[in-house]
Nanobody
Framework: QVQLVESGGGLVQAGGSLGLSCAAS????????MGWFRQAPRKEREFVAA????????YYADSVNGRFTISRDNVKNTVYVQMNSLKPEDTAVYYC????????????????????WGQGTQVTVSS
């Protein structure tokens, strides 16, 4: 059974930084493209970033490009996102997701392309 467990969320002031982790189990982690999504209240879940199975390729939403960095450790079966220069509009529940089709990150930008999801972790950025 595939499990994705996010951690690292919390409350941070605007301009601050926060790092999220997502630990995966029940799958061959290196066989998956991994992604981060977020969902703010009353909004649809939106793409944040994705990383290829080997970490060699990444892709970001325009809204976070230059501020967020996605990475992975295939030994620890964990994907990360480092979030810098946070803004109040970054406030959302953040989810990690796994894509078994191993799409290029630039092609893995929608919810339907991911097979498995974590339960989410709340990130709140105060102004």
């Amino acid at each position: 059974q595939v499990q994705l467990v996010e951690s690292g969320g919390g409350l941070v002031q605007a301009g601050g930084s926060l790092g999220l982790s997502c630990a995966a189990s029940g799958l061959i982690f290196s066989h998956y493209t991994m992604g981060w999504f977020r969902q703010a209240p009353r909004k649809e879940r939106e793409f944040v970033a994705a990383i290829s199975w080997d970490g060699g390729r990444t892709y970001y939403a325009d809204s976070v490009n230059g501020r967020f960095t996605i990475s992975r450790d295939n030994v620890k079966n964990t994907v990360y996102v480092q979030m810098n220069s946070l803004k109040p509009e970054d406030t959302a529940v953040y989810y990690c997701a796994a894509d078994s089709a191993r799409r290029r990150p630039s092609m893995a930008r929608t919810v339907g392309e991911y097979d498995n999801w974590g339960q989410g972790t709340q990130v709140t950025v105060s102004s």
